[in-house]
């Protein structure tokens, strides 16, 4: 196993650059082929697929916490049964992605570790509560929508794992989306009090899920490289207004307001245009000091810790298995 590429390059000394090796990962990259494991990559490539992918997959398996919150207090057995299934759905797409990082050369250990230890980060919307079950119905609408978004292009990604695995995981986030579009209608065309909750619930979640593409383009760090990669398709900018301009007409169908006054056709382009939002909320968040950041962390903490017993059990039974056909072997 690698260590991770950033303690890696401080405890080795760098090689030579073989110029050979680089020119022809530049050549896949250009003629737009996939990268693999078992290829030469420059370390900063495998420092950037390790960030974004471990960062990735911890998003998914913290964003299980919030609607995991609703199962017990879902409003009957089938949205139970739905919600339950949406949340192991969350677990599996952490696992494919934790399996494409160790194709990097990191182990699932390590990045736990890292993000238990605070030096790594997840998506910054888990960080808000969710108060009703309406919010299941925004979460599922905007959030996984605004996931899709940006993760539809990432099965064109330039380093084979990462795209292979985010294939499945599109298909799922699909049906997340429909299921969380089906309930706000249900909700919106309900009675009076349904429909505030609805309402309520879009007013919450609308300017966090803009904020979930990043920063503006001009304060992105990693968008120009990963563009240039191919790791990235759309800038965060380009991938906000393509969510934007989809979520309107659906806002109509749902007779449901976005909370946007500045919010309008730019008819020249056919873009809607929206109002300023609140990047320092969004550093505030990011750094930390979000809602339920510390509450995340800890939930996290607690079930890793938790769990332990079992992941050692797994490991003393298979190290038991391998001596015993080391044994049939002999």
């Known amino acids: 196993m690698y260590g991770l590429p950033e303690e890696r390059n401080r405890s080795q000394p760098a090689e030579p650059e073989d110029t050979a090796l680089r020119d022809s990962f530049e050549a896949t990259i250009a003629a737009d082929e ?16 390790v960030r974004q992918i471990a960062q990735h997959a911890h998003s998914e398996i913290i964003g299980m916490q919030p609607e995991g919150n609703w199962i017990t207090r879902a ?4 949205r139970k049964a739905i919600l339950m299934a949406k949340v192991q759905d969350e677990a599996g797409h952490g696992m494919y992605l934790y399996s494409a990082a160790e194709t990097l050369g990191v182990s699932r250990d ?3 570790e890292l993000l238990l230890a605070g030096k790594q980060k997840y998506s910054s919307i888990f960080n808000y509560p969710t108060l009703s ?5 925004a979460i599922g ?5 605004a996931a899709i978004m940006n993760q539809i292009p990432l099965t064109r990604c330039s380093y084979g794992p990462y795209a292979r695995a985010m294939v499945r995981v599109c298909k799922e986030e699909s049906f997340h989306q429909r299921q969380g579009f089906e309930i706000l209608h249900t909700l919106s065309h309900g009675t009076g009090a349904q429909h505030e909750m609805a309402q309520d619930a879009v ?23 990963s563009m240039a990669w191919k ?14 301009d989809i979520c309107v007409p659906q806002a ?21 245009r929206y109002g300023e939002i609140d990047w320092e909320e969004f550093k505030r968040v990011l750094k930390g000091d979000g809602p339920c950041n510390r509450q995340r962390l800890e939930h996290r903490t607690r079930a890793h810790e938790e769990g332990r017993w079992v992941r050692e059990a797994a490991a003393a039974y298979a190290a038991k298995r391998a001596r015993a056909e080391e044994r049939l072997a002999a």
């Open 133 to 137: 079950w309406a919010d299941m119905g």
């Open 110 to 112: 390590q990045l736990v």
């Open 252 to 272: 109509a169908v749902l007779e449901l307001t976005l909370p946007d006054p500045d919010l309008r056709l730019d008819e020249p382009t056919g873009n809607y």
């Open 141 to 145: 609408w905007l959030v996984d929508g």
């Open 75 to 78: 409003p009957s057995l089938q």
């Open 203 to 225: 007013n919450r979640w609308w300017w966090p899920s803009l904020m979930m593409f990043g920063p503006p383009d001009d304060e992105s760090p990693h968008t120009a490289q």
């Open 34 to 49: 996939r990268i693999e494991p078992r290829d030469w990559m420059p370390d900063e490539y495998r420092t950037t697929l």
């Open 231 to 244: 790791i990235k398709r759309f800038t965060n900018d380009e991938l906000r207004q393509r969510f934007v």
